[in-house]
């Protein structure tokens, strides 16, 4: 028998070397939604760019990669 489930969300953020998975704050928010929740608590999201998603350990997983670079 087939039985079907709705896979949870989370997000990825790398800060300092270190992976943070960030929780889903409501289903029902578009990626780039949460991105802008996030973003008052971790305000490099403001310049990030968002990829996935990617189904990974029974989550589809989305990741908040920065794009600032380093300076000269």
Request: hydrophobic fraction near 35%; proline fraction near 10%; avoid cysteine.
């Given at each position: ?27 029902a928010f578009s990626p780039e939604a949460v991105m802008n929740f996030y ?34």
């Amino acid at each position: 028998m087939l039985s079907s489930s709705i896979l949870p969300r989370v997000f990825i953020h790398k800060e300092n070397g270190q992976e943070l998975t960030l929780t889903d704050p409501n289903p029902a928010f578009s990626p780039e939604a949460v991105m802008n929740f996030y973003a008052p608590t971790y305000p490099i999201l403001t310049n990030a760019r968002l990829t996935g998603p990617e189904i990974k350990k029974d989550t589809i997983q989305y990741r908040f990669e920065s794009t600032m670079g380093t300076k000269g």
